[in-house]
Structure formats: structure tokens, C-alpha cells
């Protein structure tokens, strides 16, 4: 039986850790290999590197992270932020991600994510949607957004979902940009959504602040995944702790590490 | 040995084999493998796509003199689907043939009829298929240890005698370990499966 994944995501900018945790063995705590490790021997089902270097000069950076943790780390690692062509997730792949997320570059060019599922499997192409609440004559519809929820597409983000499955995409990383940073749990109704919209998994991100948020993202949000990034940094909640709060709840983890 | 099949999880089994202490060669040229006495053979992406690197490279028919020679073939993920008569992924592709069966879509629906999620992503553990694993590469791996699997497609071998185990999809059984002799293979990736998959692959180098 599959187990539910639990996902910690890292957010690096120019090589260091944006959002550091406070772990007490560690040596240097804005390393990103350093925290992988750690989440690793944690229990990890997958790790996320999102690199949201600005400067043109500092992106190159994140080669060396994923290379050093790939060196390290024997679990599936994807990085998203800043993939926008294909030798952009060749080089990645090579440095040692297993997947890559592909973001803005899939709503300015959709055929990029074919290109690539083409290219690379399907395995290796996550699209990432950073979606919204809007007003729509009258009514909620869920529309993708760009630059951290800053622009807005015009997409309708159930069907673009739904387009990215057709086109190749092995994965989706679904994050709700109004319950982002929010700790108010998962938009669980976009989440079920678009879960139930596509034949591919969906990895539910945006808003955990607690770990029945977990359990939420995938019994009512039909997630096969869940990735959360501040209750794990700030030590909040360990991997242990989420797994053993899901279990108990009846979901499938993995618990031997 | 490691055959360059031009995939992109060359590297992460050369790590993951580094670090149990392999002596690793990775080989690009068909002479190469004269020498190999152990050869993984990695995979990703489309079945088709790896056959014709294979063959492109000469490797193809290197590897099947390779496993004539009845020393130990370790196939990974597409790698093991490759092992097959051939594969049904974007229209019929012929594989080594070393094992008899077909690769074909993963159901679209578990046991109960309910639609489940294609591809088949994350841990799971492995069930066993026959009565043992001595003397396999997965002899003493624990029923409760999970490996990592990410795959749309699954090996349905003639022979139910070369399969060494399943992990069980909504009631459905795909096969995640193969073995016939000197030929071996494991769905999963044991290069991504932490130390349960480490300790997999150095069975494999101690057969």
C-alpha cells in the first residue's frame, strides 16, 4: 500500500536556508545540505528544495546544494523555482534532482511542460500551481497565479490542471496562495478539486499550521502528498511526530527509516 | 558495473553504489562490459527511449552476451522493464528479452473498481511473492521497510516462478522484484529508498 508522503520543503536563496530551523546539532543551520540530512535520518518521505534566488548571479548556486545532497541523501529530491528550460532541468537532473517543478515557465510557454515530459519522463516534471480565490460573477472560482500570488493569469486553475496531466506532467505541487503563511490549514475545497479533477497525484501545500491539517490535506483534500515548510523549520512539529499523529488517524505512513 | 543508458538516474545509483563501497565503472562502450562481474542497468523515462540508447550505443546486444555469461544483471526501474519481451508504453517496443512477459499500463482502478492515481508514486512496502528470499537480493529485508517507486507502467512476467515480490495497489498486485537466475531487477528504486534501498543494492553486490 502506498503511503501518504510527508514533504518538507526548503526554501534557498542564493545557497542558504531563507527559513531556518533551530535544530541543536547543527552545525551550520543555514546549510541546506545540513537540513536535508537532518530530514532525512527525520523520516522524510521527499524533499523540496525551492530556489528563490533573484539574481541571475547567485542561481548557479543551487547546483552545488542539490550535488552535495544527492551526495548525502538517498531520497527523491525535487527543486522548483527558476525552471524554465530544458537545460535548465537537465542540469538539475544531472546535479542530482530526481524532479523538477515547473512553474511560471508552464503559464508563459504550456507546451514547455510537454517538451519536457518528452524529453526527461513524466517522473521528473512536477507543475507547480499557485492558485487563488477570485470573484466570478458572483461566484468562487479558483484561478492560477503567478510570482507568489502576485499576478494574476486568468487561468482557471481546475482546467489547467487538468491540461498539465494531458500534457505530461507526472505530478502536481498545488499550493493556495490565500492559505499560505496563513497556518489556517489547506484550502481543502480547492484541493479536493483539482485531486479529483486529474489521474495524477497531487502534492497539497499552502496553510499547514497543524498536523490534523495533515490528515485534512489527503481525507478531505484527496492529496497523495502533503508539503509544508514552517511547522518543520521552526520546529514546531518533527517528521516523527506528523507521522505518528497520520497513522493514528488511519493513514498509511512510512515509518521505518 | 554501471551501463550509461543515457538516463538521468545514472548518477544517483553511481552515488548510492558509491557509498556501499562499490567499485564502480561506468560503461559507455560494449567492450567494456567484457570485464564487468556485476552490471546495474538504470532507467527512466520512456521504455522506448532507453531500447533504442541501448542500441544506439551498441550496449544492447553487450548486455544480452553480458547475461549469457550468467554473471549478475541488476535492472532498475525502466531498467528492469527492459529486461521483458518488450513493453506496450507509446506503442510496442521490443526490450532484451531476457525474461518472458510484457510491460503494460498500471490499472487505472484498484480491486474495489475505485480510480486510483497513475503514475504509482511513493513508499510501499514489498509483499512476497513465492516462499522465500534466501539466498535473493532480498534476503532479510524487513515486511515493514518501504522502498520508493515511481512508475505509470508494470512488468506482467509469464512466469510467476521470476517474480520475488509485489506491492500490493489498491488491491492490485505490481511487481516489484524480479528473479530468474542471474538476471535481477526491482521496480523500485533502491537508490532513492534510504538505507532499506542501500542495503538492497549491496546484497546485490555481495551475490
Not at chain 1, 542540469?91 to 512553474?103: Q, R, Y
Not at chain 1, 490565500?178 to 481543502?188: M, N, P, Q, W
Not at chain 1, 478539486?193 to 502534492?203: E, G, L, S
Not at chain 2, 548518477?11 to 558509491?18: E, G, I
Request: hydrophobic share 45%.
Amino acid at each position: 500500500m502506498l503511503s501518504t508522503r510527508i514533504i518538507p520543503c526548503l526554501d534557498v536563496d542564493k545557497g542558504r536556508v531563507v527559513k531556518g530551523v533551530n535544530f541543536v546539532d547543527l552545525v551550520d543551520a543555514g546549510d541546506p545540505v545540513e537540513q536535508a540530512r537532518l530530514y532525512d535520518a527525520a523520516g522524510a518521505d521527499e524533499l523540496c528544495f525551492l530556489d528563490i534566488t533573484a539574481s541571475h548571479e547567485g542561481r548557479d548556486t543551487i547546483f552545488d546544494v542539490v550535488r552535495r545532497t544527492a551526495e548525502q541523501c538517498f531520497m527523491p529530491v525535487t527543486v522548483g523555482g527558476g525552471v524554465r528550460n530544458l537545460d535548465d532541468i537537465r542540469n538539475l537532473l544531472l546535479a542530482g534532482a530526481d524532479k523538477t517543478a515547473i512553474n511560471t515557465a508552464a503559464v508563459t510557454n504550456p507546451d514547455f511542460v510537454g517538451a519536457a515530459a518528452l524529453k526527461f519522463g513524466s517522473q521528473c516534471i512536477v507543475v507547480a500551481i499557485d492558485a487563488k480565490r477570485v470573484d466570478r460573477d458572483g461566484k468562487t472560482a479558483f484561478e492560477v497565479f503567478t510570482h507568489g500570488g502576485r499576478r494574476e493569469t486568468g487561468i482557471e486553475a481546475i482546467g489547467w490542471a487538468q491540461r498539465m496531466a494531458e500534457l505530461g506532467a507526472g505530478e502536481l505541487l498545488l499550493t493556495s496562495m490565500d492559505r499560505d503563511g496563513t497556518k489556517a490549514g489547506f484550502d481543502l475545497e480547492l484541493t479536493r478539486a483539482i485531486a479529483d479533477a486529474v489521474p495524477i497525484p497531487v502534492i497539497a501545500s499552502g496553510g499547514v499550521g497543524t498536523l490534523d491539517h495533515m490528515v485534512e490535506g489527503v481525507r478531505e483534500g484527496h492529496a497523495s502528498a502533503v508539503l509544508a515548510a514552517s511547522i518543520f523549520h521552526f520546529g514546531t512539529y518533527s517528521i516523527a511526530e506528523t507521522k505518528a499523529h497520520m497513522r493514528a488517524a488511519g493513514l498509511e505512513v512510512r515509518l521505518d527509516i | 558495473m554501471l551501463l550509461d543508458s543515457g538516463t538521468s538516474n545514472l548518477l544517483s545509483v553511481q552515488r548510492a553504489l558509491d557509498h556501499v563501497g562499490a567499485d564502480v565503472v561506468i560503461a559507455d562502450q560494449p567492450s567494456m562490459l567484457d570485464d564487468a562481474d556485476r552490471l546495474i542497468l538504470p532507467g527512466v523515462g520512456a521504455f522506448g527511449h532507453c531500447v533504442a540508447n541501448l542500441i544506439e550505443n551498441g550496449l544492447f546486444d553487450a548486455v544480452l552476451d553480458y547475461a549469457r555469461r550468467e554473471r549478475p544483471l541488476l535492472g532498475i526501474c525502466v531498467g528492469m522493464q527492459m529486461l521483458f519481451d518488450g513493453s506496450e508504453e507509446f506503442g510496442w517496443n521490443d526490450g532484451l528479452g531476457l525474461l518472458p512477459g510484457r510491460v503494460q499500463p498500471i490499472p487505472m482502478s484498484g480491486a474495489d473498481g475505485g480510480r486510483h492515481k497513475i503514475p504509482h508514486i511513493g513508499w510501499a512496502t514489498l509483499e512476497r511473492s513465492g516462499p522465500d528470499w534466501a539466498g535473493t537480493f532480498l534476503e532479510g529485508f524487513g515486511r515493514d521497510r518501504a522502498v520508493y517507486f515511481v512508475h505509470s507502467f508494470s512488468a506482467r512476467p509469464e512466469a510467476v516462478s521470476d517474480i520475488l515480490a509485489f506491492a500490493d495497489y489498491d488491491g492490485i498486485q505490481l511487481t516489484a522484484a524480479v528473479r530468474r537466475d542471474n538476471i535481477m531487477g526491482t521496480q523500485f528504486h533502491p537508490e532513492k529508498s534510504g538505507q532499506a534501498g542501500l542495503g538492497i543494492l549491496s546484497r546485490f553486490l555481495a551475490m
